[in-house]
């Protein structure tokens, strides 16, 4: 947590940054042909790390912005403009606990800006109302006489600005399809030495066009490997082979349990380039043990069950 103070106004996010606009509802702010003040409030949020699909640590930032074409200067040695970026956590308390001190601001010139970041861990799942946050600031202290040089804020319909937990949520992305997003369409047993290989065709859909990849794990207490398949695009099909050992063929009678194939579906996290993996979703295949340790490779329709 920190106050920055720039005249830039730019911040660089790490994933994904949104700002809310402190400006009035016409997108416009004071013209330029009239003398004036303008300190506007503004929040910007932006997703820092993820943990899963919908956890991960976001940071709020409270911004003041001085949008006039005169600069906003104290008028006493206790006039001040006050910066607060509040934390709601109920209708309670309306007015939320200030995530850190106020800024007191004796000088704004046109451009220049204070800011007030607050990083917090987040879980869409729980947080679905609160917390919202709010960034305002008011004049405080007494006001002196320097009507020469004190150009007052010109407008007050952009001194505060709120954000919701739902716009918060809006930075982990969108909802999942409607559809099955890992569905198995068909199989097909390719034999082998000592073991048999599922090749499985998967059809996918996900929210976003970002790398992702298939796995396959086989229930004990069968045994079976496969390699790992990369995924591209926000829908498609994937083929994937998983060899099962037949070790268990050998036994007085044919195992009744039938083989479990769970397949995965993963996607990406954290920053461009990592190698970090969350699973999205999985589906299920289950097939004899006598069709795959005992028979001739065959085509057979899928039966699955996702979840």
């Known amino acids: 947590m920190k106050y920055l103070l720039t005249a830039t106004g730019c911040c660089t996010a790490m994933l994904a940054a949104f700002s809310l606009g ?13 003398t004036c003040a303008d300190p506007a409030a503004d929040i910007e949020m932006t997703l820092i790390s993820k943990t899963g699909p919908a956890t991960g640590r976001v940071r709020i930032t409270g911004v003041v912005k001085n949008l006039g074409t005169a600069t906003w200067i104290a008028t006493s040695p206790t006039h001040r403009l006050q910066m607060v970026l509040a934390q709601k956590d109920s209708e309670e308390n309306p007015l939320g606990n200030p995530v850190q001190p106020p800024i007191a601001i004796a000088q704004l010139s046109p451009g220049q800006q204070f800011r007030i970041d607050h990083q917090m861990n987040w879980d869409t799942s729980k947080n679905t109302s609160y917390p919202r ?6 004049d405080s202290g007494r006001i002196g006489a320097y009507p020469a040089r004190y150009h007052p804020d010109c407008r007050t319909d952009n001194n505060r600005k709120e954000v919701t937990a739902a716009d918060i949520n809006k930075l ?30 998967l059809g ?24 790992e398949v990369p995924i591209e695009g926000n829908s498609g099909s994937a083929r994937i082979r998983v060899h099962i050992h037949c070790d ?14 769970t397949y995965r579906s ?6 461009p380039g990592s190698s970090r993996w969350v699973v999205s979703f999985s589906t ?21 069950s996702s979840r």
């Not at 993963?266 to 920053?271: A, F, H, I, M, R």
Request: charged share 15%; net charge positive.
């Open 172 to 201: 982990f992305g969108l909802a999942a399809p409607s559809g099955k997003p890992l569905t198995i369409q068909s199989y097909r047993l390719l034999g082998g030495v000592g073991v048999n290989t599922v090749e499985t065709l």
């Open 266 to 271: 993963w996607g990406s996290l954290g920053l």
């Open 204 to 227: 996918y859909s996900k929210t976003s066009a970002a790398a992702g990849k298939i796995t396959a794990s086989v229930a004990a207490p069968y045994r079976g490997t496969s390699d």
């Open 133 to 138: 946050f709010i960034v305002k600031f008011s």
């Open 22 to 34: 402190a400006e009035a509802a016409d997108g416009s702010s004071a013209p330029a042909s009239i």
């Open 284 to 304: 299920e295949q289950s097939i004899p043990y006598s069709e795959l340790c005992g028979a001739a490779p065959v085509t057979r329709p899928s039966r699955s």
């Open 248 to 261: 268990i063929q050998n036994a007085s009678t044919v195992p009744s349990r039938p083989v479990d194939i």
